[in-house]
């Protein structure tokens, strides 16, 4: 069973950051300090602390990261499979016996330009459709493609053009205009699109928010 971590960094504490800071691995705490800004930083340490939390859950203790060729993170031995993002205040972490990409993207205007660089004519077609908001609609679709590439370990290394997202029934893939064996599951949170894709059709009926 896939389960989905939550944390809004909006609703935390003042003192949020030291405390998540407080109960991170050295390597995450790295990270940690690596970023710029003060929210990027309590944004990397919100997702670290849901990583671990969520990681404990499953009985992984001191857990060690490796990284593909691409850069996913991953733990030794295969067990449980783990995704991270972050979008605006809002970070996600998905665990899953199986290979997993997640991703959360907050509403925000779109160019035009875009939308015919990273859409297929069926996809640009779906956005800019009456009905949903467009703006709705591409967040949605992003969402999905990032959670693509990131289940398969590929990241941007894979053109988002490559992927097509079929909304006709249930959400389905094509990569390179073949059909992909891979599942997915939509959550809507806060004004946020959240998307998690899967190999095992196996999905946490909610999202599970924490706080510190």
Known sequence: MLKLYYIDVEKLPENALETACANLSAERLKKVQSQKGERDKLLSAAAGYILERGLKEEGVTNPQFFYNADGKPYLKGGKVHFNLSHSGSVAVCALSDSEVGVDVQALRPVKNELLK??????????????????????????????????????????????????????????????????????YERDGYCIAVCCKVNAFSPDVIEISL
Do not use: H
């Not at 467009?134 to 992003?142: A, H, N, V």
């Not at 079929?166 to 990569?175: E, G, V, W």
């Open 117 to 186: 660089k990273v859409c297929t004519q069926a996809e640009y077609s779906f956005v800019t459709a009456d009905g949903e908001s467009s703006l709705q609609r591409f967040c949605r679709l992003w969402a999905l493609k990032e959670s693509v590439m990131k289940c398969l370990g590929k990241g941007l290394s894979l053109s988002p053009k490559r992927i097509e997202i079929n909304f006709s029934s249930a959400i389905c893939a094509k990569i390179d205009g073949k059909d992909s064996a891979l599942y997915f599951k939509e």
